[in-house]
């Protein structure tokens, strides 16, 4: 089956609260010939219009149980949700227990968030974490492969209009698999958010609050680090907010505001989504640094202080050409990740980070459309930035001091092509020299030993962190060839082959080069300066491959 042929809609599972719209889906599913299968309350709501149902109950042989925790817990729903029907193997399964498989899943949540923002009691909200409905909505959205999952009441136009046509094409299910990924992830942030809320805070060492000698001589009252200062007297140090914890949830945290003539990201202006926390900050400058230090505009999608993404928009293009480049880097990692941009958000971008789960947005600017559309996406932190970016040093704390460095910008010698040594192959065209001076300004933002791949204006595969450059290019050679959109039954494309590559810096033996040679690398840019860079450059003249040497290095702890 392509990606545009239509798999028809023959049984599908409704279960949903809110119930808004859902009769006039489940009439034309019906009208379709698609056989319905139903909850208590969703299934009274449906039969109640006059349209057949099918209870679960009848299903499973057994009654909803436990105040209605457990409905559709059991193998004959998820067996119905997972088998991959392309699969013979599954299908044989299912016939030998009896089992019919769903095509449809429409399902919304218990109202957990509005619960909680209602002031609800403990053992109300404890009871509006939904279980069942997560777990279909997941085992449906895995296996979009069989089965289309509808999560939102506005998607039900559409659903019912793809019951007329004859289903589902595999590109749409891929879509509301995304959606319903979102979703959850959402729902499940909520939940624990609201969970450490309620840890409560240990006071004492004991549950009898004795303390040693020691603790007794110790003025408790005394402040040991900025932590431990009263939030009136942090502020006087310029500690402009407490951060819910740290790097971990055992871990105090503050930020300040170091000059509010420059406010960065410490000081920029949010305006929508959660309270930002000490990994979103982290994450955020990450993102900044990488999307502004490119002239052209420029997305760059970070996760764990390393771009799992990075791309440029082609002169008049909309940012939202860089961002679904970006995003196409690598879109399994970008999944809960960080935007930044270096551009105003236009409606387009928007509409394409929407169906996808974001931690944090950021951009100098949003079109109103644009931000109001981000806006009902209540998780998401949109954060406006004001004034050019600059970051004269940086500081790093170690046990008993403090490193301090200028901050390393893409605005040496070196990282201008024009003074860049052919050391290899023939001279770049003008093209490729374009991609070779995107890959050398986007590598500086990895972590090294970093490599980048690249090819018309967009990574396609980065290898970051590792303690050696070979593992560095076999990560970002497998990455490229096995994160590339791929149709149904197709292998993923080798997006290495015919792409550029650029490296923090200098390749100690000709191993690592030769990976990337290996899987088709073309053209390649590095500092150079090793004692075997003679190897190195007679492994691209052998392979009749580009390779340039900047003299500059961009290596980054």
């Known amino acids: 089956m392509t990606t545009t042929q239509r798999r028809p809609i023959r049984r599908a599972l409704i279960s949903v609260f809110d119930k808004t719209g859902i009769v ?30 099918t209870d679960v109950a009848s299903v499973t042989g057994f009654p909803e149980m436990l105040d209605g925790r457990v409905k559709t817990l059991h193998p004959r729903v998820h067996g119905g949700l997972l088998a991959d029907q392309r699969l013979d193997s599954h299908r044989a399964q299912l016939a030998e227990h009896g089992i019919e498989p769903f095509d449809l899943v429409v399902v919304n949540l218990y109202p957990f968030s509005e619960t909680v923002g209602a002031g609800g009691s403990f053992d109300e909200i404890i009871e509006k974490i939904d279980i069942g409905g997560p777990s279909m909505v997941r085992g449906a959205a895995k296996n979009f492969a069989s089965v289309a999952v509808v999560v939102d009441p ?48 240990v006071e004492g060492d004991d549950e009898t609050g004795d ?76 993102a900044v640094r990488a999307a502004f230090d490119h002239e052209r505009p420029c997305v760059a999608v970070v996760k764990h202080n390393n771009p799992c993404g990075i791309a440029v928009a082609g002169e008049g293009e909309d940012i939202a050409v860089a961002h679904l480049r970006a995003h196409g880097t690598d879109p399994l990692s970008a999944y809960g990740g960080v935007i930044a941009t270096n551009r105003p958000v ?10 996808i789960f974001t ?49 390393d910008a893409v605005d040496a010698e070196g990282d201008d092509p024009a003074n860049w ?38 990574a396609v595969g980065i290898g970051m962190g590792q303690v050696n450059r070979l593992d560095s290019c076999r990560l970002a050679v497998s990455r490229a060839n096995s994160l ?57 003249r052998a392979a009749g491959a580009t390779l340039y040497l900047t003299g500059t290095r961009h290596f980054a702890h």
């Open 484 to 540: 590339g959109e791929h149709a149904e039954g197709e292998a993923a494309p080798e997006r290495a082959r015919g792409a550029v590559a650029a490296s923090d810096a200098f390749f100690p033996f000709a191993d690592g080069a030769q990976i990337l040679l290996d899987a088709g690398v073309r053209a390649i840019v590095q500092p150079g300066g090793s004692i075997r860079d003679e190897e190195v450059i007679e492994a691209c």
């Open 154 to 201: 506005e998607v039900y136009p559409t659903a019912a209009e793809a019951a007329e046509a004859g289903g589902f094409t595999l590109a749409e299910r891929q879509e509301l698999a995304t959606i319903a990924f979102t979703r959850t992830a959402e729902y499940d942030d909520a939940i624990s958010d609201w969970m450490l809320d309620q840890l409560p805070e």
């Open 24 to 53: 006039d889906l489940a009439r034309t599913l019906s009208e379709n010939g698609v056989e319905i299968v139903s909850t208590g309350s969703t299934g009274s709501t449906i039969r109640d219009a006059g349209i057949d149902v």
């Open 211 to 286: 303390s040693s000698q020691e603790d007794d001589a110790l003025d408790a009252d005394a402040p040991r680090s900025i932590l431990d200062l009263s939030d009136e007297d942090a502020a006087q140090l310029g500690f402009t907010a407490t951060l819910r914890y740290g790097e971990n949830p055992h871990q105090r945290a503050r930020l300040a505001v170091t000059d509010p003539e420059v406010p960065g990201i410490a000081g920029a202006e949010q305006l929508g989504g959660k309270a930002m926390s000490y990994n979103n900050y982290v994450d955020a400058d990450a």
């Open 346 to 355: 236009t409606l387009a971008m928007a509409q394409q980070v929407k169906p």
């Open 421 to 458: 040594t052919l050391a290899a192959g023939d001279a770049a065209d003008e093209a490729t020299l374009a991609d070779l001076a995107f890959a050398w300004r986007s590598v500086r933002a990895v972590k090294s030993n970093a490599i980048l791949l690249a090819g018309d204006g967009a």
């Open 359 to 407: 931690e944090v947005i950021l951009a100098p600017a949003y079109e109103d459309e644009a931000l109001e559309l981000l806006r009902t996406k209540k998780n998401l932190r949109i954060l406006r930035l004001e004034g050019e970016y600059s970051r004269e040093v940086e500081m790093r704390e170690i046990w008993g001091g403090m490193l301090v460095q200028d901050s």
